[in-house]
């Protein structure tokens, strides 16, 4: 992470400093029914709930806690060994690439995301390379829901062309 990139996502942790006790948002990603569910933890309050495409069984998608950091609008791809096999080149930041409006990396693994670009017909279907698609329409109603509820700053350009919202409050995906 650059610099001005890591001093900003320092800075919208007001969480780290002040010393509440926000439980923060959770995503849920439930594998069995192909569905993420949004939740406020501090409220209670329901966000929206976005049908996705999971990893097939050869690229199984990760369970578990994952710690969410950033929001990425217009991100870039790098396809990593398989996707290469299959002939994929990489796509400079953009909207319209094979990650759609945006994307949430599991920041473990940095390599597994919750991102747009599903295509609606392969909602509910295990076919991705480990990552869960959800349409672009449903992931910028996410997005919003996130802007609502004072979870994530705003948007910070960095040099390659992508937006990046750091997370404000303590968030994570839950992956069952």
Not at 8 to 30: F, K, N
Not at 45 to 57: F, I, M, T
Request: aromatic content about 6%; hydrophobic content about 40%.
């Amino acid at each position: 992470m650059q610099r001005a990139a890591r001093f900003a996502w320092l800075l919208s942790l007001p969480w780290l400093c002040a010393g509440t006790s926000d439980p923060g948002v959770l995503l849920e990603l439930d594998r069995d029914h192909y569905q993420v569910r949004a939740r406020d933890l501090a409220s209670g309050a329901e966000g929206p709930s976005l049908r996705v495409v999971l990893g097939s069984p050869a690229h199984p998608t990760p369970s578990g806690n994952f710690p969410l950091r950033v929001i990425v609008r217009n991100p870039g791809w790098i396809p990593g060994a398989t996707a290469r096999s299959y002939g994929a080149h990489s796509v400079a930041p953009s909207s319209r690439g094979p990650l759609g409006v945006g994307k949430i990396p599991f920041a473990e693994s940095g390599e597994i995301a919750l991102h747009g670009g599903a295509n609606p017909l392969l909602l509910g279907k295990p076919v991705s390379l480990g990552c869960a698609r959800a349409t672009d329409e449903d992931l910028l109603r996410l997005f919003d829901w996130l802007e609502e509820r004072h979870a994530i700053g705003d948007p910070v350009a960095d040099a390659g062309g992508e937006l990046r919202q750091y997370f404000r409050r303590p968030a994570r995906v839950s992956v069952r």
